[in-house]
């Protein structure tokens, strides 16, 4: 091969090695701590060009439609800087959370990357289990769910009250604030029951909260 | 001339054709055996279950709503609180469940299954490879 050829060779190669680093991201993974009353929470994923061609964000892709990604545009030139606005919105969900963002880019040997936001929805007061159940003709016997406040807080329960009178809730207080048990059970199981148990507490003391024990038998 | 240059583009050709057909073999091999995480289950899989399983649809009510595999009660994180009362109503006991979401990199189903293993204390839940788009067969 002539070295002409040889340079040809080489080149094309090169051009599949293309710098594939054009964004960097300053933080691509984000820890919060947050609560079910916050509703949503907010990161900024910033960035900037550090390659020498403009680089145009392509795609944001979500992996959950409870959080939105915004761009305040898609070209950005070498040496400018920009960020995506993740907005998480918890819905109903609680405990620890991890929702990406995928960016894809016009540089074509670059992986996309992966933006990571990791959000703990501290609950108060667990609930463990959230559902008792009995199967028809098996003995009714009282199960009992543990509730149990945060470590860092103190949750009183003021009152159970079950939805359907053939299913009854009794609360015992274990250590007050902290611990407490109920006590659920069917009047009999010889026919499907449904019942929800609200347990109403003092927490947050401007909006209590009612939680739900689900009782069925089936 | 043109003999020599067209032998050097062949050379090229060739030489940018092989990695080609590795990348693409190891990615058809990878697609097809893609490992199941715990908890997973493949389409085929349940389709042989036949009539024991009771799909749950993760995704959101929108998309419930306009359409799901026949039978599939809705659940997701979005309105658990509210839609827990009328899934545990519906629930069979004696079915196993098993979760979808959109696929790709969707994660509801996963969310969804984790909190009826550890919140709702039933077991044998398995989550979709893959998801609706695995269902319909894409």
């Excluded at chain 1, 680093?21 to 990161?43: F, H, I, M």
């Amino acid at each position: 091969m002539s070295l002409r050829g040889l340079a040809i060779l080489i080149s094309l190669l090169l051009l599949t090695f293309r710098a594939s680093a054009g964004l960097q991201w300053d933080k691509p993974l984000q820890q919060l701590q947050r609560t079910p009353a916050d509703g949503a929470v907010e990161a900024r994923f910033t960035f900037r060009n550090v390659g020498s061609a403009p680089v145009t964000i392509r795609t944001l892709r979500s992996s959950c439609g409870c959080t939105t990604a915004r761009l305040e545009k898609k070209i950005y030139a070498p040496g400018e800087a920009g960020e995506v606005v993740a907005r998480f919105f918890f819905g109903d969900r609680t405990g620890a959370q991890r929702k990406t963002i995928e960016v894809r880019t016009d540089e074509a040997a670059a992986e996309p990357v992966v933006l990571d936001l990791r959000v703990h929805i501290h609950d108060p007061l667990t609930i463990t289990p959230a559902l008792v159940f009995w199967k028809r003709g098996e003995p009714g016997a009282a199960k009992t769910v543990q509730l149990t406040a945060a470590a860092d807080q103190r949750v009183r329960i003021k009152s159970v009250t079950s939805s359907n009178p053939r299913v009854t809730a009794k609360l015992e207080t274990i250590k007050g604030g902290e611990q407490y048990a109920v006590s659920v059970q069917p009047v009999d199981t010889t026919q499907k029951e449904s019942a929800e148990i609200s347990v109403q507490t003092d927490f947050p003391t401007d909006a209590p909260r009612i939680y739900i024990i689900h009782a069925r038998v089936k | 001339m043109i003999a020599r240059a067209a032998r050097q583009l062949a050379l090229v050709l060739a030489l940018a054709l092989l990695p080609a057909l590795v990348s693409g073999a190891i990615q058809l091999q990878w697609r097809k055996d893609e490992p199941l995480a715990p908890g997973e289950v493949r389409a085929a899989t349940v389709r042989m279950w036949g009539e024991n399983v009771q799909w749950v649809d993760a995704r959101t009510r929108a998309k419930y709503e306009r359409t799901h595999i026949p039978g599939a009660l809705l659940l997701n994180e979005d309105e658990w609180a509210k839609l827990v009362g009328p899934f545990l109503d519906a629930w069979d006991a004696d079915k196993t469940l098993v979760v979808y979401c959109d696929g790709g990199s969707c994660d509801a189903s996963q969310a969804v299954a984790e909190r009826i293993r550890n919140e709702l204390k039933i077991g044998g839940v398995h989550v979709l490879k893959g998801g609706w788009a695995a269902w319909e067969g894409k």
